[in-house]
């Protein structure tokens, strides 16, 4: 019983090794400017000259379409590979499918109803 958790350990302490080598091996053999110029430190927004601060305040409806969007876009994630292999799972994956999709829009249909997404 003991062998078997014999290797998970190696691994880990080789793990552990090389990242550490890596970030010390970064750490000394890194190129540094001895000059920092004043430009690095300014806002760059493609290649236009920056216009005001960039520590500005955003409306949290950006953050909520986002949320939205990234919901949705797990959402398609897991649809993706179970209608890939529909055929080989049978009629109970069917059902935890519409399980699922009944759980997210049920979701969508209480956002909609408070009007999260309405954009103002």
């Known amino acids: 019983m003991a ?3 014999i290797p ?3 691994f ?3 793990a552990g090794i090389i990242s550490s080598a890596m970030l010390i091996a970064n750490a ?3 190129v540094r400017a001895k000059i920092t110029p004043p430009d690095k430190l300014d806002t760059y927004e493609c290649g236009e000259e920056p216009d005001g601060d ?3 305040r955003f409306h949290p409806r950006y953050y909520l379409v986002a949320l939205v969007f990234v919901v949705f876009d797990v959402e398609a994630a897991f649809l993706l590979p179970w209608a ?3 055929r080989g799972f049978g009629y ?4 935890e499918m519409a399980a699922f999709l009944a759980v997210l829009l049920l979701g969508w249909w209480y956002a ?3 009007g999260a997404l309405r954009w103002q």
């Open 8 to 10: 998970a350990v190696v």
């Open 12 to 14: 880990l302490i080789l």
């Open 3 to 5: 062998d078997q958790w």
């Open 84 to 86: 890939l292999n529909i």
């Open 112 to 114: 909609v109803r408070k």
């Open 92 to 95: 109970w994956a069917l059902v």
């Open 54 to 56: 960039a520590w500005i």
């Open 28 to 30: 000394i053999l890194s």
